[in-house]
């Protein structure tokens, strides 16, 4: 596939246009609301990007694709299907990070949590399509219980499981996370041939490289400073424990779980018409 991606600085994201050729129909993977965490108020900036470029290639949007509900940063899905149309879909898996954050948010006993807020759950092993592409999608979860990989021909959007070979890999310290099952996700996403190409969901830089977001497999397995070829899973748990005890949470990460497990729609609005978001005290 052709693939455009469009980097968010404020949140180190990359959201992805994959499509066959100019006025074919597309998928769009892992979008962007901009979020003032200071003001509670939120923009369309990064989103409008990603709707000029579907409408200069006269694009179809058939998939508004969701890795993961994402902890540091909050979905544009509603906003560019109403703008674009297409299907928000995210892993079936979704259902049970639903189950988790309900209780930790204590959210309105009305909040379902069967993925319904969602026009379209993902099983592994049944393809969808976008035209004639064939989006091919894998269970790889580790960094939350429900993450997804879509390998689109020569290419896989790996979500948040593995970054560019001077990053390393995702925290696996998020409610329902687990680093023995995030090394057996990275193994298969690493089983694929070496030319395979991978698109990062983020993008950290340790030093002053410029912002990359693709690789291949062949490049991970040979450099990737936390799971290259010879690292044991035994090695590589004790590693991921130890790291993610000296994280600090993400920034956005109280807004965007909210938001994110309800399709990118905000709470339901309360008696004063105004919508609010939870703040949990000594929770996570």
């Not at 070829?229 to 424990?241: D, Y």
Request: charged share 20%; net charge negative; proline share 7%.
């Amino acid at each position: 596939p052709n693939v455009h991606g469009i980097f968010d600085p404020n949140t180190w994201t990359v959201t992805y246009v994959v499509y066959h050729e100019v006025g074919s129909p597309c998928a769009i993977i892992d979008s962007v609301l901009d979020y003032d965490p200071k003001s509670g108020r939120t923009k369309y900036t990064s989103a409008d990007k990603v709707i000029a470029f579907v409408r200069e290639n006269r694009l179809k949007v058939e998939w508004i694709l969701e890795t993961h509900a994402h902890a540091d940063h909050l979905s544009a899905a509603p906003y560019l299907k109403k703008e674009l149309g297409g299907k928000i879909a995210i892993g079936s898996h979704i259902q049970d990070v639903q189950k988790v954050f309900k209780r930790i948010f204590n959210l309105e006993s009305e909040f379902p949590t069967n993925g319904s807020q969602f026009d379209y759950l993902i099983e592994e092993g049944r393809d969808i399509y976008a035209g004639n592409l064939t989006i091919h999608p894998l269970f790889v979860p580790g960094h939350t219980p429900a993450c997804m990989a879509y390998a689109i021909g020569d290419a896989i959007f790996v979500g948040d499981t593995i970054f560019m070979p001077d990053v390393g890999t995702a925290r696996c310290d998020f409610p329902g996370g687990n680093a023995k099952t995030l090394y057996q996700s990275v193994q298969r996403i690493l089983s694929y041939p070496d030319d395979t190409r991978l698109f990062m969901c983020h993008d950290y830089p340790p030093t002053d490289r410029p912002i990359a977001c693709e690789t291949t497999v062949g490049v991970e397995k040979r450099k990737n400073i936390h799971v290259h070829q010879g690292v044991t899973e035994a090695q590589f748990v004790e590693m991921r424990n130890q790291r993610d005890q000296t994280l600090e949470m993400p920034v956005l990460i109280l807004p965007s779980i909210q938001v994110n497990i309800r399709a990118g729609h905000p709470p339901p609005a309360e008696a004063n018409g105004k919508t609010y978001l939870k703040i949990p005290f000594n929770v996570l």
